[in-house]
Each structure stands twice: as C-alpha cells, then as structure tokens.
C-alpha cells in the first residue's frame, strides 16, 4: 500500500493524469512532518498545505498507510 494509492489523494489532486507519483511523492515528503511523542509508541503528523481538505487526507492517509505496513509485519 502506498500513500499515493489513497482515494482522498487522488480526488484531492487537481491534474491526477498529469502528476507523476514520484512528483507526489515529493510533494507530500516536503509538507509532511512527523515527530515522536515522547515516553509513547505514539507519532504525531503534520502537514502544512493551503488547501485544509488536502492537509487532512494526506495526514490521514500517511497514517492509514504507516498503520497497514506495520500490520503486515
């Protein structure tokens, strides 16, 4: 599974057809911060982005995937 396969991604995007993942890829890298919360197993997420809708599927989706791949473990 990977971040960019998430439908809120995709539905957010304004040209999906011309976006290359890796382009995506880089995009989310450069607005996602992610910062352990001390004494816990817990992480938080951050995103900063000017569209709010955008910034909250990212997070969400970062974290369904973080959550997926570590199932599979």
């Not at 960019?4 to 890796?22: I, N, V, Y």
């Not at 995506?24 to 004494?39: A, D, F, K, S």
């Not at 709010?52 to 599927?57: I, L, S």
Request: aromatic fraction near 2%; proline fraction near 5%.
């Amino acid at each position: 599974m990977r971040v960019t396969d998430e439908e809120g991604l995709r539905d957010l995007d304004p040209e999906p057809k011309s976006a290359k993942e890796a382009d995506v890829e880089r995009i989310i890298r450069g607005q996602l911060r992610v910062t352990p919360v001390l004494n816990t197993n817990l992480l938080n997420l951050t995103v900063e982005d000017s569209d709010p809708r955008r910034a909250a599927a990212i997070v969400n989706a970062v974290a369904k995937t973080y959550v997926a791949v570590n199932m599979e473990r």
